[in-house]
């Protein structure tokens, strides 16, 4: 790549700390209408590539790396030369998740599956995947429920499948306990795919479930840009909850078009202010997470072009973080940012804040409003919105 673009201040380097799934490079272009395009990659390559564009490290799923039927001597033999090629280009796997919806098996989900011994199997193999995802240094754990929903509703008591995903999440906080895991748990929703509908839909659903865990400071949430557009939600507001909730433990990077299918397109290939609103926040609030790309190269690439869209992914990101320092200092900008602050002051009369007390709630109700000027008042957001898209396109 250092070619094609030149080293600047949007070269990647490990300390930007971006990491990206072994099943997003490795994606090999099956859809379902076509056979793959590319061949596998070997975990081994991969490590090696990204670390040579300046990534940080990979992510897995158990069966990225380790085939659902291997034997425990594959088993260690494939771990052995993984973790050796992790040695040798300084690259972590800073997350692990559990493959719960690629096998015949978990057709109909598994930790809300109606079937008991698939329920049991479930948290089987989610045991000994996080066994691997400690083995290789993990500290987030996420679980993605691909297959827990239905299409026929009749088939699935919804009350009852609630119930049940969260019986496995309390299994499993307890099982990292008992082992002295130091994981945490990030909770990843989607709406639907491969799922005509899939339970706890967005991440606003996903976080209200946790408070009910019996043990909710292990468990945070892990939102996919892609998955909360399908549900046509705003990304960077949903982020936003959660960071201020102290719940944001991981995120995934991609991008997609509205009303679509989940495409897990290129970070920022769509929606690039949508994009930017995301790593503005990210960045303004110092977010110490790992930045995780979960997309899949286009279809029509070869494998160079799958390294291209590795690179890219990192470079857009901090194109748009330069960006958002430069909306910092802009002087424009800033100056209309102030004037919406300085209406953040009450009247004197009502003294410094809202909280409540009983004689602040007796002023307020005796308080004459000046509600025309109120009503009156332009706002200047045209001014904002366009001083921030010429900023954008690199016009400011
Ligand atoms: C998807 C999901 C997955 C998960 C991954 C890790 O829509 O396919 O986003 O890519 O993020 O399984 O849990
Ligand atoms: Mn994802
Ligand atoms: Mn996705």
Redesign the pocket.
Known sequence: MAKKYPTDKYTPRPEHHFTF?L?TVGNTGRDPFGAPVRAALSPVRIVERLADLGAYGVNL?DNDLVPIDATSSERNQIVREFKSALRATGMKVPMA?T?L?GDPIFKDGAFTSNDARVRAFALQKTMHAMDLGVELGAKTY???G?REGTEVNASKNPVEAMKRFREALNFLCEYAISNRYKLRFAL?A?PN?PRGDIFLPTSGHMLALIYTLDHPEMVGL?P?V??EQMAGLDFAHGVAQALEAGKLFHI?LNAQKPGRF?Q?LRFASEDQKGAFFLVKLLEDNAWEGMRHF?SHPYRTEDEDGVWEFAYCSMRTYLILKDRAARFSRDREIQALLRTIAKRDVLPAALGKSLKFSRALASRLKDYSFDLDRLREQGLKYERLDQLTTELLLGVR
Do not use: L, Q, S
């Open positions: 799934g099943w799923h998740t493959n919806f996420v679980f993605w691909g990843e989607k795919e892990n996919e892609a998955h995934d989940d897990d979960d």
